[in-house]
């Protein structure tokens, strides 16, 4: 199937060695074959005369010594000029077959000659005049046979040209091994890029671990160089990679598309035009037939460049042995889409996925997260909803490289699972900046709500007019998610048995978040006419409350970078520590201001009650806000003393 | 390979030829003090040798972007990809003549997601920094993957429904946040793999802005502009500054002076909490000058000045993108303003008047003038309008509706006018124009691409006319209450911004006393 998409391809040269390889071998069998013709003729002819035994050149040639003993001992004449033997058709078929096979080998090879004797082997068929099964006339065997000279053409007379010419094509391209590769043909030229491209596939084939495949032939044919791979041996998946002066062009074939598509992206450093990605149907495929070829053009004139790109696609087909089947366990763990980038990885980094599948594949990840996890990962769950997505993916490439150089370093498949284990161990205990991301989600509403507040005072200041139900109607909105938002927080602090003060943080800036609406449901009400200097005081607080939810935001995304990071993670978040202090302070003495104003001034009732009630609210939540920031200092200093 | 930096102190001019008009502008902006993101520039010379695949253009796109960076990251203090102060650039194309919307541009690469944190560390704004991821990864999705732009906008749409606000920009941080993670999904859905390393991101973009140069709108584009003698687009890649980071921040496109009348006083369009392709694409209708003037006073005044200095600084009327990032103005793009030809007379006249240009200087540069175009319809009787929009290109058109290139391209071909009635334009809509009497679109604003393209191939048009509901599919339209169907008549006045029913009377006036001002010129200046 493999040489049916090669030839399908328009890659026959790279065939040749194999078919002069398989016309010699059927040139063994043919001789054994008319042997055994002529041990049953003479059999026939005296049944009680010693036999030639035949036994070790059929096992020599390939072919089955048990089948024919029955047909040389089971031989007999009728009527003096013909001979019956028991499976005698199949062995003239086969004769003909074996011969058919010489020929074709020799027309790829010297397509006049090869035809010449194709014409012969259809005109010496011909000629045969048809029998009854399983019988021969001993003329037609003398002309099977024979090589009288006078007798016209015969058989084994083509069998001998066939294979004088078959001699002259491999020693034409007579193969041998560099390094590692099987070449024929080969100019001066063409070894160092062969050699490149076979010291890649060396690199990386002890990443196979066993799995068969990688095998390379070279074939030097008119103007370019053909390399061909066997990948991993899979029907219709075939890397050939034709070297010209100034070009290396890859074709590629494969079932899977994404696998395809990852192929390309492994060459990404090198300055290819890819075209294709067509779909493609050959005959005798499973999936219908259906597979899809990329070509890959690097033009280049530099040597180096060249050798470079050859390297790397040698070293990159190991990747592709199991791809898919790696990538479905992933996926059962991660995105689709993260299994393709783990993979990617994996394969960047020259560790692979083969290593992996060999320690286990899924079961050595569900093992570690039952040792690790039995009660903070459920079964079936995703790493990535209970890691967090880069925490997954990370650990997956531990989980990869772990295996792999266990493999290769010949260590202990125990300790390699231990390793694993601990890994995971270590990216639970990092969960607690999963679950920070979640209160950064809430200090980013509780900073919506301030805005729309900060921009319905100055639409009261300008004079225009707002759509204040809106505003509050939205508040609620927010509100009631953020609700649900706190929920899920706390339940999952408690799964993963997380920091307690995280739940207090988070608590803290529900509170907040419900302050702002109820100052949004206040603005709803409120008359409009409201006192200038009011309203300044009103701008200030609104300004102080978005900066103590940005303040809240920002420190906590530093909180999370702490454990891992750098000294100016810790100061970036006990700044922010500062900036919520310091706003709510602002608010303070902007509620003060605000109590005074109306205080002393000549506010209608509805208008005092409402300014004052906006102001608390607003003030409360920037004190609620600062509450956020002891906490959030108090885990800072936790996670540094630790 | 020699890459241009803008923003560097250096006054040094560079020619529209090597780095093309926007980046020629933009340096020279900079030279003049005013206030410009830094940027650099990669050469139009790479773009021919990198649409072919050279490999030598492509390891030297790969170092000038890796040179450029690093300038980038001295100037603005921050770093690509960074969790605590990530920089992010915009992947502009710029031919050496203007060609609007028709090559792509790339926004926001390099915000991976450890910059979406890191931008929440920097601005403690959780739901700009995923506004900046959604921006990145629709338009890397689009212009660099190929995926189809519809499918992000309909994503969008199915959101703002979905939480029941009105638009997208009154979704919650959770929601915008949610939103990225579906366009990811999407993206990934159709196996591509999303680079979360900035380097990756830009080099894709770079490539992919430097082969828009070929797509079928930019050669039909060039053909129709007789600008086939281009030799390619340069890449510019510039800071981004935001114009989503707030209320007090926002992003807007301006005209010195009235491009379709020609009137001496500055057109200004602004969107709050924006970005500037949210002005650009047509796809929001935004505020005018009174709005920058009431929330922004002091921007506003910035604006004006320097609005007047570049019509020194480059002698003609000129067309300015610009961004306001937390109460800092920014400039982004400057060009000679595209113009009506009566602006062109008007300008003319008031530029000798200001003493910007001498009678003689004015005159060359009305040679290329279609004169026969001065004269100026007018309605002959008032009508009453069936609906108003924004008037963006002056004139009166009367033409049969249709709604998309397609009938238009019908309907021209029987002999009668054509007006294209659409929902919204996009830059794909070229071939409709060049045979439409008149153009009339239910959103967008003055400086759409659209409106630009319009002014520029004179064609009266119309924009953000609310009134209007545009079935493209069924062939139909509703317009304040009435039924609109293919071949219906209409009459638009692009000046007012007003759309009748029906066929008009349209009678004919001509600037007599601009043209007399002319002739006055000539009778002085001698011939030479």
């Not at chain 1, 390379?216 to 053909?226: E, K, M």
């Not at chain 1, 300014?611 to 607003?618: N, Y």
């Not at chain 2, 007090?248 to 392709?277: H, K, M, N, W, Y």
């Amino acid at each position: 199937m493999k040489s049916a998409i090669v030839e399908q391809l328009g890659q026959t040269d790279i065939l040749l060695p194999a078919l002069i390889g398989e016309a010699l071998a059927a040139n063994d069998r043919v001789k054994v074959r008319l042997s055994i013709v002529q041990a049953a003729t003479r059999h026939a002819r005296d049944p009680s005369g010693t036999g030639f035994d035949l036994t070790n050149e059929c096992r020599a040639a390939g072919i089955d010594p048990v089948t024919m003993e029955p047909l040389v001992r089971g031989a007999g004449l009728i009527g003096g000029d013909r001979m019956t033997a028991p499976g005698l058709s199949q062995l003239t078929a086969a004769i003909w077959g074996d011969v058919t096979t010489m020929a074709r080998a020799v027309k790829a090879g010297d397509a006049a000659a090869g035809q010449a004797a194709l014409d012969r082997l259809t005109a010496i068929q011909a000629s045969a005049v048809p029998e009854a099964a399983d019988t021969i006339t001993l003329a037609q065997i003398a002309k099977l046979v024979g090589l009288a000279e006078t007798d016209g053409d015969s058989l084994h007379r083509l069998v001998m040209d066939l294979h004088k010419s078959l001699n002259r094509l491999s020693a034409a391209h007579a193969e041998e091994n560099l390094a590692g590769a099987h070449v024929f043909g080969l100019q001066a030229d063409d070894r160092p890029a062969v050699e490149a491209f076979m010291r890649g596939v060396e690199q990386t084939r002890g990443l196979k671990f066993g799995h068969p495949g990688l095998a390379t032939t070279a074939a030097r044919s008119g103007a370019r160089l053909t390399i061909q791979n066997d990948i991993g041996e899979t029907d219709a998946h075939v890397v050939v990679i034709a070297v010209e002066a100034d070009a290396v062009t890859v074709t590629y074939t494969d079932v899977h598309l994404p696998r395809a598509k990852f192929f390309t992206r492994l060459f990404r450093d090198f300055p290819v035009q890819w075209s294709g990605l067509d779909r493609m149907t050959a005959e005798g495929l499973s999936d219908g037939g259906v597979f899809y070829l990329v070509t890959g053009r690097l033009a280049t004139d530099n040597g180096k460049q060249r050798d470079e790109f050859l390297e790397t696609i040698g070293a990159s087909l190991v990747f592709l042995i199991d791809w898919n089947k790696a990538r479905k366990i992933l996926r059962t763990w991660i995105s689709k889409a993260d299994a393709v980038v783990v993979l990617d990885w994996a394969a960047r980094h020259r560790v692979g996925h083969r290593g992996f599948l060999e320690l286990g594949g899924s079961e050595l990840v569900a093992s570690a997260v039952h040792h690790a996890t039995p009660q903070r990962i459920g079964f079936g769950e995703r790493l990535d909803h209970a890691l967090g997505r880069a925490a997954a993916v990370d650990f997956l490439k531990t989980v990869l490289r772990v295996s792999a150089e266990a493999l290769q370093e010949g260590g202990s498949v125990r300790l390699a699972r231990d390793r694993i284990e601990a890994d995971l161990v270590r990216h639970l205990q990092r969960v607690d900046s999963l679950l920070l991301e979640i209160v950064v989600r809430q200090a980013g509403l509780a900073r919506e709500i301030a805005a729309g507040m900060a921009q319905f005072i100055a639409q009261l200041q300008a004079g225009r007019p707002f759509d204040r139900r809106s505003l509050a109607a939205r508040a609620q909105r927010i509100e009631e998610k953020a609700d649900k938002i706190a929920i899920e927080a706390r339940r999952e602090i408690e799964r993963f048995n997380a920091d307690p003060t995280i739940g207090q943080i988070v608590n803290r800036v529900e509170d907040a978040i419900d302050e702002l609406e109820q100052a949004a449901f206040i603005s709803s009400l409120m008359p409009d006419a409201v006192a200038p200097n009011a309203l300044d005081r009103l701008a200030e607080l609104c300004a102080a409350a978005i900066s103590g939810a940005e303040a809240a935001a920002a420190g906590i995304a530093a909180a999370a970078d702490i454990p891992d990071g750098q000294r100016v993670d810790t100061e970036d978040a006990l700044a922010a520590v500062d900036r919520l202090i310091e706003a709510e302070h602002r608010g303070d003495a902007a509620e003060r201001a605000i109590t005074a104003i109306v205080l002393r001034g000549d506010f209608e009732l509805k208008t005092a009650l409402s300014v004052l009630e906006l102001a608390r609210a607003i003030e409360r939540a920037t004190d609620r806000l600062a509450g956020f920031g002891h906490l959030l200092r108090a885990r800072v200093l936790a996670e540094l003393s630790t | 390979m020699q890459i241009v930096h803008i923003a560097d102190g250096s006054t040094e001019r560079h020619s529209a030829e090597t780095i093309g008009a926007k980046a020629a502008n933009l340096a020279r902006m900079a030279a003049a003090g005013l206030p410009v993101p830094p940027a650099f520039v990669l050469p139009i010379r790479l773009c021919k040798a990198i649409v072919d695949g050279d490999r030598h253009a492509q390891q030297k796109l790969v170092e000038g972007l890796t040179e450029g960076i690093a300038f980038l990251e001295s100037s603005t203090g921050r770093s690509f990809g960074s969790r605590r102060q990530p920089l992010l650039v915009s992947v502009r194309s710029g031919a050496a003549r203007s060609m609007p919307g028709m090559l792509d541009t790339v926004l926001d690469v390099g915000c991976t997601l450890a910059a979406v944190h890191g931008l929440v560390r920097m601005t403690g704004h959780p739901r700009f920094a995923w506004d900046c991821r959604r921006r990145f990864l629709e338009s890397y999705g689009s212009v660099v993957l190929g995926i189809d732009r519809t499918k992000f906008t309909h994503r969008l749409a199915e959101l703002v429904a979905a939480e029941g606000v009105a638009s997208e920009q009154e979704l919650d941080v959770e929601a915008v946040e949610r939103l990225t993670k579906s366009y990811q999904q999407m993206i990934e859905d159709e196996d591509f793999v999303l680079p979360d390393e900035p380097m990756e991101q830009i080099e894709a973009a770079a490539r992919a802005v430097y082969r828009s140069w070929t797509s079928d709108r930019a050669r039909t584009y060039r053909q129709l502009a007789h600008l086939e003698s281009l030799h390619g687009t340069a890449v510019t890649v510039q800071a981004m500054v935001f114009g989503n980071r707030g209320l007090d921040s926002g992003a807007g496109v301006a005209f010195s002076r009235d491009p379709s009348t020609g009137a001496a006083r500055p057109v200004i369009d602004v969107l709050f909490d924006s970005q500037g392709e949210d002005v650009v694409s047509g796809s929001r209708t935004p505020e005018t000058e009174q709005a920058i003037d009431r929330s922004a006073p002091a921007i506003s005044a910035q604006l004006r000045q320097t609005l007047a200095r570049l019509e020194h600084e480059f002698g003609d009327v000129q067309d300015v993108e610009f961004t306001i990032e937390s109460g800092k103005l920014w400039m982004l793009q400057t060009r000679d303003a595209k113009r009506t030809p009566r602006a062109a007379l008007r300008f003319a006249i008031d530029f000798v008047n200001e003493g910007l240009l001498t009678p003689r200087q004015a005159l060359v540069r009305l040679n290329d003038l279609d004169f026969s175009k001065l004269t100026r319809k007018r309605l002959a009787e008032s009508y009453e309008p069936v609906a108003r929009g924004t008037g963006a290109s002056a004139g009166i058109a009367v033409g049969r509706a249709c709604f998309d290139s397609e009938s238009a391209e019908r309907i021209a071909a029987g002999g009668d006018p054509v007006m294209l009635v659409r929902p919204d334009t996009s830059t794909a809509d070229v071939a409709g124009f060049a045979i439409a009497a008149g153009i009339v679109t239910a959103i967008g604003g003055r400086t759409a691409h659209a409106a630009l393209v319009a002014r520029q191939m004179g064609k009266p048009c119309v924009v953000g006319c609310t009134a209007l509901a545009v079935d493209v599919a069924g062939h139909r339209a509703g317009i304040s209450g009435a039924d609109l169907k293919e071949g219906d008549w209409l009459t638009i006045d692009g000046e007012a911004g007003t759309i009748y029913l029906g066929q008009c009377k349209v009678s004919i006036e001509q600037p007599d006393a601009e043209l007399a001002e002319i002739e006055r010129w000539r009778s002085e200046v001698p011939a030479n």
